[in-house]
């Protein structure tokens, strides 16, 4: 009998190294992603489930998630017709996107490469300073913008668009966060070589930097594309009209499609995800890192 309730207390213990309370928190923490993600992926599902729907289908009571007729292809067709410029929006939106980047890849490296290497007098301070505008809200600074470009000639034009956001001081700090971790000996080294500091930034330091690069870029690109405001003001002709604006206009005095509104988002959230999509592993591994050290 007793040989028989210990063989029973064997088969129910434990087994070795388990411990309850760890694998509770990993279901709890596992939960909490689950719904996160499904709450991020929601609205974009919704979006998608709208941009197929007939217009029928968009005032029934109650709403229905899925569209029952799904008409993707014809919405996209309408999306078309109404705005026959689309993909002209969805150009001069990738060339303000890759200006921008462009400029701020070479005015914020430059910068960020003197911070984190050059001593001189001052340069906490011009540092702050710097970073102090990442508190100051854009609209302070709209009317601004505007006066300038406006007596430069440069409304409705892609430089108007471009000159203003080649700068950026999360980059500046993003950057400098990510040249600081790069040992100084391999600058040393190839400024005993004969390297000057920009041969050392092209060569050592930026090839060093690819994660945080990649988080730049993801960044840059994407507050670049997704840009409404400023395009707005300062450059809103059909020449130079970018996809947010040209989304913006296809809703009417009277009626609003907004089955044509979600397939014109969809549309331009695509090369967004695709970017995100290639550069995820980079952004994470390049934001994680920027904050190691001062």
């Not at 005993?192 to 920009?198: S, V």
């Not at 050592?204 to 003001?233: E, G, H, M, R």
């Amino acid at each position: 009998m007793a040989i028989a309730q210990q063989s029973i207390a064997e088969r129910t213990a434990e087994p070795p190294g388990f411990d309850a309370a760890h694998v509770a928190l990993r279901v709890v923490t596992y939960a909490i992603l689950i719904i996160g993600a499904v709450v991020m992926v929601l609205p974009f599902t919704w979006m998608i489930s709208t941009a197929c729907k007939p217009n029928a289908e968009l005032a029934i009571s109650p709403i229905r998630f899925f569209p029952e007729s799904p008409q993707c292809v014809t919405n996209v067709q309408a999306l078309y017709e109404q705005s026959p410029d689309f993909n002209r929006y969805l150009v001069n939106t990738a060339i303000v996107t890759i200006g921008r980047t462009l400029g701020q890849l070479v005015i914020c490296s430059l910068a960020a490469y003197g911070f984190a290497r050059f001593q001189f007098p001052g340069r906490s301070v011009l540092f702050a300073l710097s970073l102090g505008l990442l508190i100051v809200p854009f609209q302070a600074i709209l009317i601004p913008n505007f006066v300038v470009i406006s007596s430069l000639g440069l409304r409705n034009s892609f430089a108007g668009l471009i000159l203003p956001g080649i700068f950026s001081a999360f980059a500046l700090f993003l950057l400098r966060q990510a040249f600081l971790q790069i040992p100084i000996e391999l600058e040393e080294s190839a400024e005993i070589d004969g390297a000057n500091p920009l041969q050392i930034l092209w060569s050592i330091t930026l090839p060093l930097s690819v994660p945080a690069l990649a988080a730049f870029a993801v960044i840059t690109v994407q507050a670049a594309w997704n840009d409404f405001l400023f395009p707005l003001v300062v450059a809103n002709s059909p020449p130079t009209r970018v996809v947010t604006i040209g989304i913006a206009l296809l809703q009417g005095q009277r009626d609003t499609p907004y089955n044509l509104i979600m397939m014109g988002s969809f549309i331009a959230t695509v090369p967004m995800l695709i970017l995100f999509v290639l550069l995820q592993r980079y952004f994470i591994e390049g934001v994680s890192q920027t904050g190691l050290r001062r």
